[in-house]
C-alpha cells in the first residue's frame, strides 16, 4: 500500500510565540516521520512525507497533492499547539477523497477515544508508538480484514469505538531499520535563529523517554510516560555518518530528554565520532543533575557547540516543588562546566509554575543574568496533558481549553493578580536578560560573517516582539 504521512500547514512562530516574521524559520525535519517511513518501507509498503509548512502547502496545496499522489492512506502527524489545524485538514482531505486517513504522535495517544468520538471523519488513531503496529495495520487494510487483535490502534467497529490499547514498544532501538532520509529535502528547514551554526540541518533522536521521569510538570512523567530506551553509539554514529556523507547534513541537532546523561555511553559516542573521522557540529540537551566535567569535555572537543538546559527556576523552592531534581547549586556548576569546555549554555525556564510570585520570577531572571548563560527562554506554564500537576489543576478547575501560543499565559497561579501581571513579569524577564548593555556587546563581539549579522538580525525581531509587545 502507498501511505503519505502529512503534517498539517502551521505557521509556528507566528502562532506559537505571535511573532509575523517574512523569513520561514522554526522548522526541523520531521524525524519520527522518517522512522515511522522506514518501518512502512521494511514492511513491503511505500512511504511519503508531505511536511506541510516548510513546503510552502496551505490546505488545499495538500489536497491537490494527494490527488496527484493518489495514496491508499493518509495519516497525520499533530501537536497539541497544531490540533487545530490538523483536524480541519483532515475535514477538508475526507471531503474529497475516499480513502482512510488516521492520528499518530503523542496528540493522538492523549486522547484516543475522544477524538473519535469528536470528529466522524478520523477513521482510527494510533495509541503509543506505533513502528511495530503500522506494518500491521497496512497489512490489515491491503488484505480487507478488521483491526481486532492489533495492539496501539483504537478504531470504529460499526457503531462501536474499540481500542486495543497501547502498542507494543520497540525494546532495543537498534532493531529499527535507519530513517527514511530520501523522503526529506533538508535545505528547506530552517531552525530560530542563533539555534544552530551550520546549514543543512537535522534533528535526531539517539532515546526514547526521560532517564529522570520526575518532573511534575511534564508529560514524559506522567501517566502514559515512555520507557527509557537508547540506541547504542554504534548505531547513532552509524546513522550520523549517512546523514553526512550523503545528504551534506553539517550539524545534528539531538532531541533526546537527557542526551547528556550517561558518561560512559557520551565518552565512546565521542570516540566513534573521531575515530570515523565525521566532520560535523552539534548539540545537545542536559540535566544539571547529570552532566560531569569530563562528560562535557569530550563532547566540545567532539564537535558539541551548544548544550540545552531545562533549568525551569532560579528558586530551590519552585524546583523541589516540580521535582526538578537539582539543586540552584549543582545548576550553577553545570552553566559554569559548560562555559568553561567553550559552548553555549542555553537555558530554559517555565514561569508562572504553581507557587511563582512576581518576585520569584525577576529572581529567576537574575539566576539566568548571575551565571552568564548564553541564551534563555522564558515561557509561560501551560499544563500538559497526564503530567501530574495537570492532574492537580483539573481537580481545582484551573485547566485552560485551548492552547493560544508559548508566550501566551493562560494558567495563572494563586501568586499572579491576573493574566496582566503574567504578561508583564514575562516581558520584565526578558529585557532584564537580553537587553543589557554588557549583553549586546558580548554578542556584537561574536559576529564574524554576513550570515551572523542576519541572523542576530531576526534573532532581535523575535526577541523585541516577545519582550516589548505580549
Known amino acids: 500500500m502507498k501511505i503519505t504521512f502529512v503534517t498539517a500547514p502551521y505557521d ?8 509575523k516574521r517574512k523569513v520561514k524559520y522554526g522548522y526541523w525535519a520531521p524525524f519520527s516521520l522518517a522512522v515511522l517511513a522506514a518501518c512502512c518501507r521494511a514492511g513491503g509498503h511505500t512511504p511519503e512525507i508531505v511536511d506541510s509548512s516548510p513546503l510552502g502547502y496551505g490546505n488545499r496545496e495538500v489536497i491537490e497533492h494527494l490527488k496527484k499522489s493518489r495514496p491508499d492512506v493518509v495519516g497525520l502527524q499533530s501537536t497539541f499547539a497544531a490540533k487545530e489545524q490538523t483536524l480541519q485538514l483532515l475535514r477538508e482531505i475526507k471531503s474529497e477523497l475516499k480513502i482512510p486517513v488516521f492520528l499518530g504522535g ?46 496501539g490502534v483504537c478504531y470504529r467497529k460499526g457503531n462501536l469505538i474499540k481500542n486495543n490499547g497501547f502498542g ?24 530560530l535563529p542563533l539555534q544552530t551554526k551550520k546549514f543543512p540541518h537535522a534533528p535526531y533522536l539517539s532515546s526514547r523517554g526521560c532517564p529522570y521521569s520526575q518532573c511534575t510538570f511534564c508529560f514524559e512523567s506522567g501517566k502514559a510516560k515512555p520507557k527509557y530506551r537508547r540506541h547504542s ?25 537527557i542526551f547528556m546523561v550517561n558518561e560512559n555511553w557520551v565518552l565512546r559516542f565521542c570516540e566513534l ?23 562535557l569535555k569530550a563532547a566540545a572537543e567532539a564537535g558539541c557547540w551548544n548544550v540545552f538546559y531545562g533549568f525551569e527556576s532560579g528558586n530551590q523552592d519552585i524546583l523541589d516543588r516540580v521535582k526538578k531534581g537539582a539543586t540552584l547549586e549543582q545548576m550553577s556548576r553545570a552553566a559554569k562546566w559548560t562555559r568553561e569546555a567553550g559552548m553555549d549554555t542555553r537555558g530554559s525556564f517555565v514561569m508562572a509554575l504553581p507557587g511563582e510570585t512576581p518576585e520569584k520570577a525577576m529572581k529567576t531572571a537574575q539566576w539566568a543574568v548571575d551565571n552568564d548563560l548564553t541564551f534563555v527562554q522564558f515561557l509561560p506554564y501551560f499544563p500538559e496533558y497526564g503530567a501530574a500537576i495537570y492532574e492537580e489543576l483539573v481537580k481545582e478547575g484551573k485547566i485552560p481549553e485551548t492552547y493560544e501560543g508559548r508566550t501566551t499565559p493562560q494558567y495563572i497561579p494563586d501568586g499572579y493578580k491576573d493574566n496582566e501581571e503574567v ?5 520584565k524577564m526578558y529585557r532584564k536578560f537580553y537587553f543589557r548593555p554588557g549583553y549586546v556587546l558580548k554578542h556584537i563581539k561574536r559576529i564574524k560573517r554576513f550570515s551572523d549579522i542576519k541572523q542576530y538580525y531576526e534573532a532581535l525581531m523575535h526577541t523585541a516582539k516577545i519582550a516589548f509587545k505580549i
Open 12 to 19: 509556528i512562530i507566528q502562532n506559537a510565540y505571535g511573532v
Open 106 to 151: 503523542w496528540f493522538a495517544t492523549s486522547f484516543q477515544e475522544n477524538l473519535l468520538k469528536e470528529n466522524p471523519e478520523l477513521d482510527f488513531v494510533f495509541v503509543g508508538e506505533a513502528e511495530k503496529t503500522i506494518v500491521s495495520v497496512l497489512d490489515a487494510l491491503e488484505k480487507g480484514r478488521g483491526f481486532d487483535g492489533i495492539r
Open 168 to 191: 507494543e514498544i520497540v525494546e532495543n532501538l537498534d532493531d529499527l531499520p535507519l530513517p527514511a532520509w530520501d523522503l526529506i529535502n533538508f535545505n528547506l528547514y530552517r531552525s
Open 233 to 257: 553509539p554504534e548505531r547513532v554514529v552509524k546513522d550520523i555518518k549517512e546523514l553526512v556523507e550523503k545528504y551534506g547534513i553539517k550539524e545534528i541537532a539531538f532531541w533526546d530528554d
Open 273 to 295: 565520532l573521531k575515530q570515523e573521522n565525521i566532520s560535523l557540529v552539534w548539540q545537545a540537551y542536559g540535566h544539571a543533575s547529570f552532566v560531569t566535567q569530563k562528560m
Open 423 to 427: 504578561k508583564e513579569t514575562l516581558k
